[in-house]
């Protein structure tokens, strides 16, 4: 079992910048993959980025390209979500989750994670 928490979401102006954070419970955060995903009201949760379990590999949306970075930190059992260059488009919930089977470009879809936390709010003002 893996809790998930998010932090650092917030109201930023368009060209700013927030680094999100998922701390994981549990000893065995190293053995999952992570991703994030944001989501509007009303719309299907889309994939932002994600990584394999030793880190490394990264897979990132068309969308962010560029502007977002994931990274982990295996030690302090957290995953983090750089975003730069924000645009009012990004606004979303965003949510961490983990994946205890799947790795590559699996990692884009929703239904190969396992767990996930309760989201951080993202609003991004013109």
């Known amino acids: 079992q893996v809790q998930l928490v998010e932090s650092g979401g917030g109201l930023v102006q368009a060209g700013g910048s927030l680094r999100l954070s998922c701390a994981a419970s549990g000893r065995t955060f190293s053995s999952y993959a992570m991703g994030w995903f944001r989501q509007l009201p009303g719309k299907e949760r889309d994939f932002v980025a994600a990584?394999?379990?030793?880190?490394?590999?990264?897979y990132v949306a068309d969308s962010v390209k560029g502007r977002f970075t994931i990274s982990r930190d295996n030690a302090n059992n957290t995953v983090y979500l750089q975003m730069n260059t924000l645009k009012r488009e990004d606004t979303a919930v965003y949510y961490c989750a983990a994946s205890s089977l799947y790795s590559g470009p699996l990692l884009r879809d929703t239904r190969r994670y396992d767990y996930w936390g309760q989201g951080t709010q993202v609003t991004v003002s013109s």
């Open positions: 990584m394999r379990r030793s880190g490394g590999s990264t």
